[in-house]
């Protein structure tokens, strides 16, 4: 299994910014991808999450209607479009494979209960 974040950047406050996750290794639309984050000092969060195969997705409270996450089956990709971005939200942002049916508690799951990650990528927001 392979997860390659990119796509993060430095962006002031109030702007957007998409991140990609191309996956490899496993069958990709048999499975969930999530999303967590990790600021400096802080554990690390689930964000969102999205079902391969349906299509649905859930997000933390604190992200939903700013943050988008879609998949591309063609391309094995996930990707978080994000928006309205906060200073708070500066932090390294993961994606991880997730059990389908787990997809829906992911963000308020544990990190460390997923097994495969990517190196992650860098989100700066400045004030």
């Known amino acids: 299994v392979q997860l390659v974040e990119s796509g993060g950047g430095l962006v002031q406050a109030g702007g957007s910014l998409r991140l990609s996750c191309a996956t490899s290794?496993?069958?990709?639309?048999?499975?969930?991808i999530g999303w967590f984050r990790q600021a400096p000092g802080k554990e690390r969060e689930g964000v969102s999450c999205?079902?391969?195969?349906?299509?649905?997705?859930y997000y933390r409270d604190s992200v939903k209607g700013r943050f988008t996450i879609t998949s591309d089956k063609a391309k094995n990709t996930v990707y978080l479009e994000m928006s309205s971005l906060k200073p708070e939200e500066t932090a390294v942002y993961y994606c991880?494979?997730?059990?389908?049916?787990?997809?829906?508690?992911?963000?308020?799951?544990?990190?460390?209960?997923?097994?495969?990650w990517g190196q992650g990528t860098q989100v700066t927001v400045s004030s």
């Open positions: 991880t494979v997730v059990e389908t049916h787990e997809c829906m508690s992911m963000v308020d799951t544990m990190w460390n209960e997923y097994d495969y």
């Open positions: 999205i079902s391969i195969s349906d299509g649905i997705t």
């Open positions: 290794g496993f069958t990709f639309d048999e499975y969930a």
